[in-house]
């Protein structure tokens, strides 16, 4: 009955797309909301009789090997996101109107974000292998337009030619798993898979791979940021609460497959490392969107960082909270870009707090929000993280590296605010009604109400038991956090800047760490290459081994087979000394 019900919010969003009226943002902005309505009753039913899982299997293929089946699952993961993707999507639906200019193509702009909607829920509730790998292509393709959809700006082609590359090497670690598991002639369906418990060390490294593309874990980080070229909506969609979340979700969903140590450490150290120099990077930037950008690839790491310690269900409690809160801030910052001539560079912004309060009030609770304060979501899943860290007696790296990533984020968070609500005015002029429009302020303030009462509702229902610390651990996340905003307040009363001819701001920096992967790496390949050819090609084949080798043969050989060596004086001499003697000896 659960899944069924789950399947129902699709059918309510493939119909406007099957009608002759698909193309009303109206319509399909209701039915997102509907759909959401409808999506809650399962969410309701499986916290409530804390259903383990439950799933419709419909045979596809049948072959001697294996049999190939669709399959609709349903479990506290999947009952848990579908709720949050929709009702981040119907607000986003209904801010995009009001923020895309209307041309002849926004009708397809609405439509492309339903598609992905529903190639999103097709990955979520996906029970096989086949089907995860439909979702997990629908939702590529249309991250790709979606990014490019400004086509005639080349650094939006280049961003979206990142993202569509960086996601296709991570295709291949779940092409693997599957290629994988048809060698063994095992299912493809989740449940069989999650029986038999299969050791073999290529599913995990697939499914990290395949995460790693996705969720933009460290050195393939460098699409997500590169595709803030794409319109705010798309960001706040994409690549804060729904795409970019996919791979940890996939692993969360997949853990009994990766939970042995080699596994487990390499996402530990994977999601530690991204979680603390996208978080480093963040502090080097201005651009209000790649700012929240690499906070998404931060956070991204630290819910790795829970995949690494065993702790899948407080990744999926730090996914569903920062969806919330992370789609309000891109909101949040389009409705600032638009409103101040699409200006994105916080010096250059400043005291919106008077010109776009309700704006600026949702920026500084989900700016809190994201630093980790009392009380919000964003302070009961991340505090839920640090204390297994505390608890599992893991590397003290490990806690401490997350502990400085905590306190940057709280750094650059804090800077930002002030910088954009609190300074000197320094923005274009605004028109005097700038949030007189309902389509973009509801958005903003039903997704903040949304973060302010997620957290204590998913408290006691992702945790199973409160953990055990002494008051001074307990309350190492706060002060991390109270010190990275000390720190940004610090730096901004007193003007301090960075300085960007620093060898280490310059590797912080998007760009001077896009140059090293995709420049110098690409330029050292095409030298080698040139020099390779020319030497091997023009040198040694054309020069070497044909024209100069036969001259230098046949030169050998005329030594060999005779004497002469040409030295015309040296024989007219000797026959000048040699004829006068022999003249003499016959007399």
């Known amino acids: 009955m659960i899944t069924t019900l789950l399947v129902l919010p699709m059918i309510i969003l493939a119909a406007p797309l099957m009608s002759k009226s698909a193309y009303k943002k109206l319509e399909l902005k209701l039915a997102v909301k509907m759909a959401f309505l409808t999506s809650t009753i399962p969410l309701a039913l499986t916290i409530k009789y804390s259903m383990k899982s439950a799933s419709i299997h419909m045979p596809l293929l049948s072959t001697n090997p294996m049999t190939i089946t669709t399959t609709m699952m349903t479990n506290q993961y999947t009952a848990l996101f579908v709720p949050t993707a929709l009702m981040v999507t119907w607000s986003i639906m209904e801010f995009s109107p009001w923020y895309v200019p209307k041309t002849k193509l926004t009708k397809n702009f609405t439509k492309f974000l339903l598609i992905f909607l529903i190639a999103m829920l097709i990955l979520a509730t996906a029970g096989s292998l086949l089907q995860l790998l439909i979702g997990w292509e629908g939702v590529g393709i249309m991250s790709f337009l979606l990014i490019n959809w400004w086509f005639s700006r080349s650094s939006a082609n280049s961003a979206a030619l990142q993202a569509i590359i960086y996601n296709r090497i991570g295709d291949i670690g779940l092409i693997l798993v599957m290629a994988v598991l048809a060698t063994d002639n095992t299912s493809w369906n989740t449940e069989q898979i999650m029986a038999e418990h299969t050791k073999t060390i290529l599913l995990p490294i697939g499914l990290i791979l395949a995460a790693m593309g996705k969720s933009a874990q460290f050195f393939m980080h460098l699409w997500l940021p590169a595709a803030m070229e794409g319109p705010t909506p798309v960001s706040a969609l994409l690549h804060s609460s729904t795409m970019v979340v996919a791979g940890v979700y996939l692993l969360s969903q997949f853990h009994p497959l990766i939970n042995f140590p080699l596994p487990l450490t390499l996402c530990l150290y994977l999601g530690v490392t991204t979680s603390i120099y996208a978080a480093s ?76 309060p309700i704006t ?174 020319h030497q091997l090609t023009d040198l040694v084949w054309l020069e070497k081994s044909g024209p100069s080798a036969t001259k230098s043969i046949n030169l050998s050989q005329s030594k060999i087979t005779s004497s002469q060596k040409g030295l015309m004086k040296n024989y007219l001499m000797s026959l000048l000394i040699t004829m006068p003697a022999l003249i003499a000896f016959t007399l």
């Not at 269900?313 to 909101?331: D, E, G, R, V």
């Open 360 to 533: 600026s009030t949702t920026l500084v609770i989900n700016g809190m929000t994201l630093s980790g304060l009392p009380f919000l979501s964003g302070y009961y899943s991340k505090d839920a993280i640090i204390d297994a860290l505390l608890l599992s007696h893991l590397n003290s790296w490990a806690v401490l590296a997350t502990l400085m990533s905590i306190a940057m984020t709280a750094s650059y968070t804090m800077r930002m605010i002030i910088l954009t609500t609190a300074k000197t005015p320094n923005h274009k002029p605004v028109t005097l009604f700038s949030e007189s429009n309902k389509t973009q302020t509801k958005p903003l303030i039903r997704l903040t109400l949304t973060t302010i009462m997620m957290g204590p509702a998913l408290f006691t229902t992702m945790l199973d038991s409160p953990a055990t610390l002494t008051t001074l651990m307990k309350l190492l996340p706060l002060a991390a956090m109270l010190t990275g905003a000390y720190l940004a307040i610090e730096f901004v009363l007193h003007n301090t800047k960075f300085n960007q001819d620093n060898n280490t701001t310059k590797l912080l920096n998007s760009l001077a760490f896009f140059k090293i992967l995709h420049r110098a790496l690409p330029h050292a390949s095409l030298n080698s290459s040139y020099l390779l050819s």
């Open 281 to 356: 990077s963040a502090l080097t930037q201005y651009d209000i969107k790649k700012i929240i950008a690499f906070s998404t690839s931060s956070q991204l790491g630290l819910m790795m960082t829970a995949i690494g310690m065993g702790c899948p269900s407080l990744a999926i409690f730090h996914m569903i909270s920062h969806a919330s809160f992370k789609a309000t801030l891109f909101l949040a910052a389009g409705s600032t870009i638009h409103n101040t001539q699409n200006e994105q560079d916080i010096r250059k912004m400043g005291f919106i707090k008077i010109t776009l």
